[in-house]
């Protein structure tokens, strides 16, 4: 029985076993980010929220740059078509810091923030008010090559700026 089990068990794809590859590397199509995102708890429930809203929402996304060339987020940090920067942070942590926690509260603009760390590199940036049933496919068309949507916070569009009281702001990350 030995015998039979062995050669079967070497027909698996040993790649499959050994994958060191990272899943935050190369072009992820928008559809394939937000089928990876829709199964998350956190997302369903922050766009049933939304859901729930009168009127719109305004998304600020967040993305794990890691993975993406230095060109490419210098070409985010200055876009071409204007000379404004997106605010940056540093830091030499990982994931569960305070640094990062103390850059997922900060307030952002258009012009994005940007968290630099060991791993994970981040970058935040509010979008323009959506309904809700656009918010993940919205987010996930903005990714590049490299960078990967992890989640979104949302405030109510009629809401003073600024304001995320719990009651009108929910979060998926």
């Known amino acids: 029985m030995r015998a039979l089990l062995l050669p079967a068990l070497l027909l698996l794809p040993a790649c499959s076993l050994f994958d060191d590859s990272d899943p935050r590397e190369g072009t992820e199509s928008a559809e394939d980010c937000a089928e ?7 997302i369903r429930q922050a ?30 940090i200055v876009p071409a078509s204007e000379n404004e920067r997106g605010s940056l942070r540093t830091s030499a ?10 850059f997922m509260e900060l307030e952002v603009t258009e012009a994005g923030a940007f968290y630099f760390g060991e791993n994970p590199s981040l970058y935040r940036v509010r979008g323009a008010a959506l309904a809700a049933d656009a918010i ?8 590049q ?11 109510n569009a ?16």
């Open 145 to 155: 090559p490299n960078m990967r949507l992890t989640g979104f916070t949302l405030t």
């Open 36 to 42: 990876r995102l829709s199964g998350q708890l956190e």
């Open 93 to 102: 942590f990982g994931a569960t810091a305070p640094p990062v926690e103390a």
């Open 158 to 173: 009629s809401s003073p700026a600024g304001d995320t009281s719990d009651n009108e702001s929910d979060t998926a990350e």
């Open 47 to 76: 766009i049933q929220a939304a859901e729930a809203v009168d009127g719109e929402v305004v998304p600020t996304y967040t993305f794990d740059i890691t993975k993406m060339d230095l060109t490419a987020i210098n070409e985010m």
């Open 136 to 143: 993940l496919q919205t987010g996930c068309e903005r990714q």
